[in-house]
């Protein structure tokens, strides 16, 4: 990212922003890093408002951001710090269904401009699934601006009462520089040495172990490849309610797959398998998907959410709900290299298209300049 000197005019005061996170989300947490990052070398001072643990694993302060502890709870106290965070600031963004409506509480009486970025849908059922529509009535309503990665979040937005809503656009954030460079000494084969793929195919998904995740789903899927000479191995790299009831099944079935955790080493883990797996997204734009395309890992995903939008002709897309339909489609694309190339070239086209975090951060900025038009002189 090319550093800009100052993006405010001479005589006037900097831009002072709030970025305020939920922080359980890795989608807009690894979002809010990245633009904190592009804002500073722009002349923003950024303050971003999330748990102590999203920046220990983030790193907004080596962002040049300024870092203020906000727990995830929406009690009296956590707004109050919110609040106090807030006192000074230009315009407040915030990412994701809970971080907005801590927001929109803290900034209540204030006329601080209020932006929301809707990262994906939030997920729930019966009174939970009534409660989170009314916060995203609240949410929309108040905002002075709705950003949402898909048109369908944003078509969704507006039908819940945003008087301005629009598409964002949201880079997958490159490796940081903080971070320790790829092990040299580990090369794929000793990676699916490790996993235990050795003379077998080697099928990845990542993800948060949730419900609405589909891995029951992938789960049913693995019982076909059972019967393959070599029977692949489906590694899952997550963590989440659903991980004891899931690993029951895989003792009980005798599935051919392995869950290994929450890792910090997926990229590497990805680039060494023949497949990646997309069973069901929880995100709008899916970063196991985006992160297969960029690595020119073969994807199959199911065609649900904004995936297609996403990955266009760049992955084998099944209909959601039919193990038989994504077992075939695995199989199929394991026995035909000739598409796995053809994937792996698509793939490299379709993340060309995507935005780049230049792009994001520029989009973002002009935004801001927008609601900021008439800020004081120094």
């Not at 993006?7 to 900097?14: A, E, T, Y």
């Not at 040049?64 to 995830?72: F, M, N, Q, W």
Request: charged fraction near 25%.
């Amino acid at each position: 990212m090319t550093p800009v000197s100052s993006h405010s005019p001479p005589g006037q005061s900097p831009l002072r922003t709030v970025q305020v996170l939920g922080g359980g989300n890795a989608g807009s947490s690894a979002h809010v890093r990245s633009l904190a990052s592009g804002l500073v070398a722009r002349g923003v001072r950024v303050t971003v408002c999330a748990p102590v643990e999203a920046d220990r694993a983030y790193d907004f302060t080596g962002a040049g951001a300024e870092h203020v502890h906000v727990p995830r709870s929406s009690d009296p106290g956590s707004v109050a710090a919110l609040r106090q965070a807030c006192t000074g600031a230009d315009l407040v963004h915030a990412h994701g269904l809970h971080a907005s409506f801590r927001a929109v509480l803290a900034l209540s009486g204030r006329r601080t401009p209020l932006i929301v970025t809707w990262h994906d849908r939030a997920y729930a059922e019966g009174a939970r699934a009534h409660f989170l529509r009314l916060l995203e009535r609240r949410v929309v309503k108040t905002a002075t601006v709705v950003l949402g990665t898909t048109s369908t979040l944003v078509d969704r937005a507006r039908r819940t009462g945003a008087r301005d809503a629009r598409l964002a656009a949201v880079a997958l954030p490159g490796p940081r520089e903080t971070l320790e460079p790829e092990d040299p000494d580990r090369p794929q084969a000793k990676i699916r040495a490790e996993l235990g793929a050795t003379g077998r195919p080697l099928l990845m998904a990542v993800g948060s172990l949730d419900r609405h995740r589909g891995y029951d789903m992938l789960l049913d899927a693995a019982r076909a490849w059972r019967h393959l000479d070599p029977v692949p191995l489906v590694v899952i790299a997550g963590e989440g309610p659903s991980r004891a009831e899931l690993q029951g099944r895989i003792e009980g079935e005798g599935l051919p797959v392995r869950l290994i955790g929450r890792r910090e080493d997926v990229t590497e883990l990805l680039a060494a398998a023949d497949l990646a797996l997309l069973p069901n997204s929880g995100e709008s734009r899916s970063v196991l998907a985006q992160e297969a395309l960029h690595a020119r890992v073969p994807l199959v995903a199911t065609a649900s959410g904004a995936v297609p939008e996403l990955v266009g002709d760049a992955a084998e897309l099944v209909p959601p709900g039919h193990p038989e339909a994504f077992a075939d489609a695995v199989v199929r694309l394991l026995g035909d290299p000739e598409r796995q190339e053809s994937l792996r070239d698509k793939g490299a086209r379709q993340a060309a298209t995507w935005p780049s975090e230049d792009e994001t951060v520029a989009q973002v900025l002009s935004v801001y300049d927008e609601l900021t038009q008439l800020r004081p002189l120094i």
